[in-house]
């Protein structure tokens, strides 16, 4: 693994990456469409994960051809997110290692996500991590969400560093493409959830964030 320039800065998704809230979202589709008789096609799930929260509902309605608005669907879907949260949120696995050794390293972090900031506000306190970051950037923060660069090249912004000297870690197939377009140096980081999303242009694929690699490689990059 090599890459041109040092980093400096770490930018994370929230959703999948650091939080286990994909489960969560879930349940939440699975939910809604059962309450339209519908079930929650795994390809309806790939296309709708790492996108903004309407115009995932957005995409949810054109394709089970619903006769509702988006903003009524995106309400009932928050009302059940809200509702699940409290006894399903956890971390994903290495969280806690990646922030202690980003702090003994003195590198910047921030959270980049597709979730309003509400949730994110809300989840990243619940667990502790909204403390260790430098700040959190939203899909409401910028013109355009994932997978649009936008949300990474206001995270390099916000850290003061360019984005080829970021590394941006993502779980989802948006994200990464996303990642990828601001210039950052992605890595993809899937989960059970997104086992299948393609992360063509991803500098590498980690199984997890304690993939040893992956750790090997930042000693020598930062």
């Given at each position: 693994?090599?890459?041109?320039?040092?980093?400096?800065?770490?930018?994370?998704?929230?959703?999948g990456l650091l939080l286990n809230t994909e489960e969560v979202y879930l349940d939440v589709g699975?939910?809604?469409?059962?309450?339209?008789?519908?079930?929650?096609?795994?390809?309806?799930?790939?296309?709708?994960?790492?996108?903004?929260?309407?115009?995932?509902?957005?995409?949810?309605?054109?394709?089970e051809q619903l006769d509702e608005a988006a903003d009524e669907l995106l309400e009932e879907s928050?009302?059940?997110?809200?509702?699940?949260?409290?006894?399903?949120?956890?971390?994903?696995?290495?969280?806690?290692?990646?922030?202690?050794?980003?702090?003994?390293?003195?590198?910047?972090?921030?959270?980049?996500?597709?979730?309003?900031?509400?949730?994110?506000?809300?989840?990243?306190?619940?667990?502790?991590?909204?403390?260790?970051?430098?700040?959190?950037?939203?899909?409401?923060?910028?013109?355009?969400?994932?997978?649009?660069?936008?949300?990474?090249?206001?995270?390099?912004?916000?850290?003061?560093?360019?984005?080829?000297?970021?590394?941006?870690?993502?779980?989802?197939?948006?994200?990464?493409?996303?990642?990828?377009?601001?210039?950052?140096?992605?890595?993809?980081?899937?989960?059970?959830?997104?086992?299948?999303?393609?992360?063509?242009?991803?500098?590498?694929?980690?199984?997890?964030?304690?993939?040893?690699?992956?750790?090997?490689?930042?000693?020598?990059?930062?």
């Open positions: 693994m090599q890459w041109s320039d040092p980093i400096r800065a770490v930018a994370f998704d929230m959703d699975t939910i809604l469409l059962q309450r339209r008789g519908r079930s929650y096609r795994p390809e309806l799930r790939r296309g709708m994960m790492g996108l903004p929260g309407k115009l995932a509902i957005e995409l949810m309605i054109r394709e928050d009302n059940l997110f809200l509702e699940l949260l409290p006894a399903r949120l956890g971390l994903m696995p290495g969280v806690l290692e990646a922030f202690d050794w980003l702090e003994r390293h003195g590198l910047p972090c921030c959270v980049a996500t597709s979730s309003r900031r509400m949730f994110a506000d809300d989840c990243l306190t619940r667990v502790g991590l909204k403390e260790r970051l430098q700040f959190i950037v939203t899909a409401e923060d910028v013109p355009r969400g994932k997978p649009h660069p936008d949300i990474y090249q206001a995270a390099a912004l916000g850290m003061k560093v360019t984005p080829c000297e970021m590394l941006a870690l993502e779980d989802s197939g948006h994200g990464c493409r996303a990642a990828i377009s601001s210039g950052a140096c992605a890595i993809a980081v899937p989960g059970a959830h997104s086992a299948d999303h393609v992360f063509d242009g991803a500098f590498y694929i980690a199984q997890t964030l304690l993939d040893p690699k992956l750790r090997d490689w930042l000693e020598r990059a930062v």
